[in-house]
């Protein structure tokens, strides 16, 4: 192989100011290279090159027959009126109307069924806070299959010092059990006008779709439902959820229960609720065959020594002698209007010193 390089003779440089150049400058000159392709390692080299580019053009030719294919595939149904879009299935949990459902989704009759996109459906439909999930699906050739699942509101936001009201028609918030905020606005009122309300002091800020995974939110609309069940169970006056007024997040390992009718407080604690209100049953079944006229506030934030409060003077010999009925050791503030009446049978089974405590803490709990 030979490689000449060199300039032409005469040729007149771009600079103004030319230079002398000498006669051996302006011939050309020869450089004379020998390349062995005989090498293997450069046959190899070229070998690889080659099979690089191969696998390269395959690669784009492979795509763009697949491109083409699908994309003649599709472009020949979408135009085939055969797939028309005759019948439209709408089913929903809630109380979404068909015609809001399929403005939200995007579709209509008469839309060509292989044209539509399933998967952009079901993200326009899940975009809207008060649907959960959806499903989407097509039956050939004319049928198309709405599925909306909707969510159900547990509880009225409260947070005041975001102007946050409950009961507000306009601007108002809701929260399920999922921790999801959406507006009242757009519900209608049977489904919202018994509702509990879910109180906090410190909120991020509240717009619809935004979900609230602290744990303390979660564990105050969580609860709500398992409190009703225990209510149900055991006192008769109660009987679904709207027997819990209010539910607060009263600091970082405590929440306070406010019932309706007369009104009434429970303390849980955020991180042992299962224990807490599984103790509040069988206080509850314990206590004058299920009901509670004289019960004003219960502790139930330690496992031991549970406080108790009463409004009234205490008639029924479970809450005397706690061994009987089987319950934690219950601890009355409020047994007697002056400290210097005798104990009762329960307290007399505690030493003095336990029984100070316990009052000591009891009237913390009255004051807060």
């Not at 899940?126 to 198309?144: F, Q």
């Not at 969510?151 to 975001?162: E, G, L, M, Y």
């Not at 108002?172 to 509702?195: C, S, Y």
């Amino acid at each position: 192989m030979r490689i000449i390089k060199g300039r032409q003779h005469g040729h007149r440089p771009r600079h103004r100011k030319r230079k002398a150049v000498s006669r051996a400058d302006s011939e050309w000159s020869h450089l004379e290279v020998e390349i062995d392709t005989a090498n293997p390692v450069y046959r190899q080299r070229r070998k690889n090159t080659a099979l690089w580019w191969i696998v390269i053009c395959a690669l784009l030719v492979g795509s763009a027959v697949a491109y083409g294919c699908r994309y003649g595939y599709e472009w020949l149904l979408s135009r085939n009126e055969e797939f028309v879009l005759r019948k439209l299935s709408v089913q929903t949990s809630g109380s979404l109307e068909r015609q809001e459902i399929l403005t939200l989704a995007g579709v209509a009759l008469d839309d060509n069924l292989m044209a539509l996109q399933l998967d952009e459906i079901r993200g326009r439909l899940e975009s809207d806070p008060r649907i959960a999930a959806a499903e989407v699906s097509r039956e050939l050739p004319d049928r198309l299959d709405v599925v909306v699942e909707e969510r159900v509101p547990a509880a009225w936001i409260s947070c005041p010092p975001q102007g946050v009201k409950f009961g507000d028609p306009e601007r108002g918030f809701l929260i399920d059990e999922q921790g999801k905020v959406f507006r009242r606005d757009r519900l209608p009122n049977e489904l919202v006008e018994t509702l509990p309300v879910f109180e906090a002091l410190q909120l991020p800020a509240l717009e619809d779709g935004v979900s609230l995974d602290s744990i303390a939110v979660r564990t105050a609309v969580g609860i709500l439902a398992d409190l009703a069940e225990v209510l149900r169970e055991n006192d008769p006056s109660s009987g679904s959820v709207s027997s819990v007024h209010k539910v607060q997040i009263r600091n970082e390992w405590s929440l306070r229960v406010h019932l309706q009718q007369p009104d009434r407080q429970i303390i849980i604690p955020i991180h042992d609720t299962e224990r807490a209100i599984d103790d509040l049953g069988r206080i509850l079944k314990a206590g004058n065959e299920g009901s509670l006229a004289a019960f004003s506030s219960l502790d139930l934030t330690s496992s031991r020594n549970i406080g108790i409060t009463f409004s009234g003077p205490i008639k029924d010999a479970a809450f005397d002698d706690p061994s009987k009925a089987n319950l934690p050791t219950v601890t009355s503030s409020r047994v007697d209007r002056e400290r210097s009446e005798p104990l009762t049978t329960g307290e007399k089974s505690l030493d003095r010193r336990e029984i100070q405590r316990n009052r000591h803490l009891q009237s913390i709990l009255q004051s807060d």
